[in-house]
């Protein structure tokens, strides 16, 4: 089974910085994408940023200039650096892999979570 650990969550004030990471029980280098979600109550869970497994990456227009994702296959594990933080950057944000197996059927795993709270 494989599992998706998400961690780096907490309060901060506005302005200030936070780096997400989510750490995957196998190779990173499996998983044609990795990506961040984020939903804070009452809304739809939104992509935050995405990582192909070529490293091209993609940003919601929302976080472009203050996030970047970024993958360490070492280590297994995917990070997302979160600089100039809103109170609007509030939500629970969420790891996303995706992997392609035999006959193109497509795997989605999902983390459980990190909370981020920006205060103003």
């Known amino acids: 089974q494989v599992q998706l650990v998400e961690s780096g969550g907490g309060l901060v004030q506005a302005g200030g910085s936070l780096r997400l990471s989510c750490a995957a029980s196998?190779?990173?280098?499996?998983?044609?994408?990795m990506g961040w979600y984020r939903q804070s109550p009452g809304k739809q869970r939104e992509l935050v940023a995405l990582?192909?497994?070529?490293?091209?990456?993609n940003y919601a227009d929302s976080v472009k200039g203050r996030f970047t994702i970024s993958g360490d296959n070492a280590k297994n594990t995917a990070f997302l650096q979160m600089k100039s933080l809103k109170p609007e950057d509030t939500a629970v944000y969420y790891c996303?892999?995706?992997?392609?197996?035999?006959?193109?059927?497509?795997?989605?795993?999902w983390g459980q979570g990190t909370q981020v709270t920006v205060s103003s």
């Open positions: 196998e190779n990173i280098s499996r998983y044609i994408r």
């Open positions: 996303h892999a995706r992997r392609v197996g035999l006959m193109g059927v497509t795997y989605d795993y």
């Open positions: 990582i192909a497994s070529g490293a091209d990456t």
